[in-house]
């Protein structure tokens, strides 16, 4: 089955611009999330998706950053504006459901630099 | 709050030795875990994960990894180590009390030919 698709996979910005992402996870996958991983770290989670409703984006700062997942299933990320501590790499995973036992398929991620 | 600890920034092996990637975990309830693998400019690869059942649990690749409950840890080991298997590692734990995955920081593994 093909897998967790992102686009772009690279993008630089200058602050205070704004940039997008696209996500589209695996066929029939219920659930969608979306992760920052700055280098150094591990990812983290910024919002999960059931379907096309949020169900958790505690950690995203809504200040700047918003999610949409239409129709249930494509998704995008968008920031505006951007700050240089915005430079990472943003992952989108998918699983069949939001259970605990199961795990999450990652795509490839996109590296934004913002300059 | 759950959290995730991998001590070794970097781990070093010879190609053919043993190798083991180290983790603890703090969380409230059950614990969830879960390993996963990351080759540069790819996403996190799955390898294996502890649900509930027999502590020594097997998965992709050759490696399994062994809950210990009492010691909070749940290491990754392969008995012998290839070349490609030099990726970074992470460890992550779910808790039954906090549906989020929490990741370590990661552990670049090394193996020399």
């Known amino acids: 089955e093909a897998g967790v698709a992102q686009s772009p996979r690279y993008k630089i910005i200058e602050k205070r611009q704004s940039v997008a992402f696209w996500c589209n996870p695996i066929?029939?996958?219920?659930?969608l999330y979306w992760y920052q991983q700055i280098l150094g770290q591990g990812p983290k989670l910024l919002i999960q998706f059931q379907n096309n409703g949020v169900v958790d984006d505690s950690q995203l700062p809504k200040d700047r950053f918003s999610a949409e997942r239409l129709k249930g299933v494509d998704s995008t990320l968008k920031i505006q504006p951007a700050k240089l501590e915005d430079s990472a790499v943003y992952l989108c995973?998918?699983?069949?459901?939001?259970?605990?036992?199961?795990?999450?398929?990652f795509g490839p991620g996109t590296r934004l630099t913002v300059t | 709050a759950q959290s995730v600890a991998q001590p070794e920034d970097q781990v070093n092996v010879a190609e053919g030795n043993p190798l083991t990637v180290k983790c603890t975990y703090s969380?409230?309830?059950?614990?969830?875990l879960f390993w996963y693998v990351q080759y540069p400019n790819r996403g996190l690869q799955f390898l294996l994960k502890y649900i509930t059942g027999d502590n020594l649990v097997k998965g992709s690749y050759g490696f399994e990894a062994e809950f210990n409950k009492s010691q909070t840890s749940f290491h990754l080991k392969k008995p012998s180590a290839l070349v490609s298997d030099s990726a970074l590692y992470f460890c992550?734990?779910?808790?039954?009390?906090?549906?989020?995955?929490?990741f370590g920081a990661g552990t670049t593994v090394t193996v020399r030919a």
């Open positions: 992550a734990v779910r808790g039954d009390l906090d549906y989020k995955l929490s």
């Open positions: 969380v409230s309830g059950n614990p969830y």
């Open positions: 066929s029939g996958h219920a659930t």
């Open positions: 995973a998918s699983s069949t459901r939001d259970s605990l036992s199961y795990e999450q398929y």
